[in-house]
């Protein structure tokens, strides 16, 4: 069982925002589902929360009792002080800004769900997990705990046509951007995406993590079929070896075919394996030896090998985990 408690706030009284509630129940609505449309997280939606007790209160429901995963979004206004980040609420005051950054990471390290997974997007977010009580330079996060943040802690989230810069590109994230092979999306690929994106003048996410393994925050349509990156032991039993081809490996190397042709012509079993080659070249997997494309590769009867990323997919299935 997956849960996720998604946030957004507009209605501040003397700072309004236009595009929290836009960001939140854009993420609430792909977070419900996986790419197939098959269910993925039981999704609470909470729009423009009017006061710190209830953010607090609904944070506090969400990190209670057990199941695998537990997702915390906020979209909203967030600031920091000398005692520490807050994420604010509309009843904000003078030294009473909102739900502070420290009790919820006390409430998220406490927990006893096995993923507690926290993405804010706000200013000052990349405060949270670095308590000010400790200096602020260190993360303090228990295992199976995952930050991902807008921005850093001296910095503001922008927002942009109708969302906020950080969550436009999470959602672009979420909807497979941050895919890997297999069409799994993780805390770990959804920073990196939007870190890519970003300028280097731009606001910078921040990613603070304490897992031994990352979790799948959504799939997708993977990139490859599983079947056919399964099949990368079949073709290279060992790691280091080469998989020769030779013309009839080409379907379009076939008598009924008005070009020149060479011998051995395309047989139909050797075209299957070839066009299963071309699929794991596209994405990076295989490469051609001594050729640019894999067509010239078969048709001079040359080879093809791993990359390094093909060596990774290969020892992945041969371990079992794909």
């Known amino acids: 069982m997956k849960k996720a408690l998604i946030v957004g706030i507009n209605n501040y ?21 996986h790419g197939d449309g098959s269910p993925n997280f039981s999704v609470k939606l909470e729009c423009d929360v009017a006061t710190k007790s209830s953010l ?21 206004h967030g600031v920091i ?23 919820i990471l006390v409430l998220a390290n406490n927990s006893k769900i096995k993923n507690r997974i926290i993405i804010l997007d706000c200013c000052n977010s990349g405060a949270f997990g670095s308590p000010k009580t400790t200096g602020g330079e260190t993360a303090h996060i228990t295992e199976g705990v995952t930050i991902l943040t807008a921005s850093k802690d001296n910095e503001s989230s922008l927002e942009i046509n109708g969302h906020g810069v950080f969550t436009n590109l999470l959602i672009d994230a979420l909807q497979g951007g941050a895919s890997d092979l297999t069409g799994n999306i993780t805390p ?6 939007i870190d890519r994106a ?18 799948s925050i959504r799939t997708v349509s993977p990139h490859i079929p599983t079947d056919v990156l399964r099949k990368l032991i079949q073709y290279f039993p060992t790691a280091q070896q080469e998989f020769p081809l030779n013309p009839s490996f080409e379907d379009t190397n076939a008598e009924d075919i008005e070009h020149k042709i060479v011998k051995p012509y395309a047989k139909k079993e050797n075209v299957e394996i070839f066009k299963n080659l071309q699929k794991l070249q596209s994405v990076g997997l295989v490469v051609p030896i001594d050729e640019q494309y894999m067509y010239f590769a078969a048709m001079n009867s040359k080879s093809c090998k791993l990359t390094p990323l093909g060596l990774h997919y290969w020892q992945l299935i041969k371990d079992k985990r794909i």
């Open 13 to 33: 009284p003397s700072a309004p925002l236009a595009g929290c509630i836009n960001d939140a129940s854009s993420i609430a609505s792909i977070l419900e589902t």
């Open 188 to 193: 770990g690929s959804i920073y990196a995406h």
């Open 56 to 76: 607090k209160g609904l944070i506090v429901t969400l990190f209670s009792g057990e199941c695998d995963t537990a997702l915390f979004y906020f979209s909203g």
């Open 81 to 103: 002080n000398d005692i520490g980040g807050y994420l604010v609420t509309p009843d904000y005051q003078k030294n009473d800004e909102g739900v502070s950054m420290d009790d």
């Open 198 to 215: 970003l300028g280097p003048w731009d606001q910078r996410p921040v990613f603070k993590t304490n897992i031994s393994r990352f979790t």
